[in-house]
Every structure is written in structure tokens, then in C-alpha cells.
């Protein structure tokens, strides 16, 4: 089963993460295909990306038990990372619209790869965390970035340090996403907002992004080298494998 599905379908490119068993947590192959189908939704020419995650679940963050399971974790982890922030980077330079589409759960990389993304529409009982310190590890695709910025030092740090879960509501009075819907309503509003998205003069995208970029996001790339070289540094401790051994026994 291909960990990332994509279709194209009324000019609209989704791009599925497609681990459900999972709760579409980030395996080397995930990330690694979630980049290459960005590429591809680039070359493609795509003027609205939609990233979701099969099952009702958008992603649940890395995924431990490959955490785990490999020989050399830091190299694992930074091998990850890579995949995960070359997406990150694309979703900002690309000239397209990329919604990202949240139920279920946003945790860790999940909720950093919701922040990158132009748009995020969620479902009301979709739940957000950072989780990045409950194993151990600080945070990873632009994460400390974004959500920094969104929500301010004060808060950013009870979401980190406290790890605590943000429901819809609090994610929407935030600034975390955009639209909350009921489950029932989810499909129907995230059409009405392709087709809005798609009738709007596309020659002007590319320069609205650089734009928000150069306000929102100047930094980004060096910030995302940092992240990715502590969260690989941090995978070697000895305390960062008791975390995994101690959830994944839960």
C-alpha cells in the first residue's frame, strides 16, 4: 500500500497521507513521498493543493516504533527531517494555494505541517498537540517557527512545555486554522472553498506568497536546519529511547 495517495480532480491536486492503521505517522517512505508528490503537484502546474490524511486522521507526528527500530536513531531521525522540511519549504515556495485539512489528530510534524500550509480547514473534534517534548525532542518542520509567531512566546511555550491538547475552537481563536466545520459539513465547505480558491486570478499567487514570506517566514530555511541538526542530536540520548520504550509499552 503506497503511503501516499494523489489525485487530481477538478484542477484540484490532493495529496493523501496514506497510513491510516498508523494514524498517518510519518515513516521515512511518508515523508519521502509526501515530497515528491509536492513535485510533482509543481511540475503539474497546480493551482490549489489539498493535504489530508486517509482514515479521518491528518498525522499523527513521527512515527516511533521506526524511531525505535533503527540501527542508528539520529540518522533515521535526520534522514526524516530532510524529507519533512524539503516539503515544508516547497509548500511555501510554491505557486499554488495548499490547504491542509485536519480531523482527528495533528500531533508533533502533523501539526507543524498543518501551520506551513496557506490554509487549514478543520473538523470541530480534530485535536491538536505539540508533542515533541512528551518523547523527548524539540520541535521539527518549522514548528518552533510558525506556531511561535501565530500565538506568541508566552503561549507557544505552555503548548510546548506543558503539551497540552487544543481543541477547534481554542486552535481557530488562535490562529491555527481557518475554518472549523462539523464532520457532516467538512466535504461540502472544503469544495465551496476549492472553487472560491480556484476563481481567483492565479497571476498574482506567486507574488502574494513571496510576499507573505518575506513578511511571516523570512529565516525560515536557516531555522529549519536548526531543528532538523537538535532533533537528530537529541535522538541519541539515552533518555529519548526510554520515552519511545515507555509509550510504545502503553
Known sequence: MDAVIENV??????????????????????LKGLSEALERAEAQGAAVIVIRGAGKTFCA????????????????????????????????EINAIVIAVV?????????????????TVAEMKATMNMAYRRIGLTPDGGGSFVLSRLVGAKKFNEFYLLSRNIDMREAKELGL?????DD?????KLGELERDLKALPFESISRF?????LSLFSGLAAHLDKERRYVAELG??????????AILKR
Not at 500531533?107 to 505541517?113: E, K, Q, R, T, V
Open 9 to 30: 480532480t477538478d484542477g484540484v491536486f490532493t495529496i493523501m497521507l496514506n497510513r491510516p492503521e498508523k494514524k498517518n505517522a510519518m515513516s521515512l517512505e511518508l
Open 61 to 92: 507526528g513521527g512515527d516511533i516504533l521506526e524511531f525505535r527500530q533503527s540501527a542508528q536513531i539520529d540518522v533515521q531521525i535526520d534522514c526524516m527531517a530532510d524529507y519533512l522540511h524539503r516539503s515544508i519549504r516547497k509548500i511555501r
Open 103 to 119: 480531523e482527528g489528530l495533528a500531533f508533533g510534524a502533523g501539526l507543524s505541517l498543518s501551520l506551513a500550509c496557506d490554509l
Open 177 to 181: 486554522v481557518n475554518f472549523v466545520f
Open 184 to 188: 457532516a459539513e467538512l466535504e461540502t
Open 209 to 213: 506568497k513571496e510576499l507573505t514570506n
Open 236 to 245: 541519541t540520548r539515552p533518555e529519548f529511547k526510554q520515552k519511545l520504550d
